[in-house]
């Protein structure tokens, strides 16, 4: 997906609005085998326009594993760039505009009432990261 906004944008970047370590709800802590994990989000921009909001949960182990210090980077771009990480099956569900957290940048402004969202795990030597996704302006999965 960053590969495409990036070839699809002038400028992507990212807006991190979160990052601090959190315990986890159950079904969190079922798929990421810990109590607790970095939850980061964040909203990637294509040029001025939000295309996606981002929910991260990055374990402990995951950091040794070359996904510490993410800043500004896109999450994808450490994911993909290290092909060690593999992804599991992708869920895909439809949101009303009316669920989409309030604290979204332009959510006054999107121009839907559905909006496409999707979760995945990506595992590499037993480690789990949960990556969620919701696509805003047109943005499809």
Known sequence: ???????KCGV???EVLSE???KLEHEVKVILKCDSALCREVVLYCDDTPVVYG??????SANSLGLNNIGSTPLG?????QQAWKRGEIEVTKLQKKTLPSF?????????DIYFARRSVFTRQGSNVLVCEIFL???KV
């Open 12 to 14: 992507l970047h990212v």
């Open 55 to 60: 929910q991260s949960w990055i374990p402990e």
């Open 137 to 139: 302006n047109g943005v």
């Open 104 to 112: 979204l940048p332009g959510k006054g402004t999107l121009d839907s």
């Open 20 to 22: 601090q370590v959190c």
């Open 77 to 81: 771009e450490r994911l993909f760039d």
């Open 1 to 7: 997906m960053t590969a495409l906004l990036r070839a």
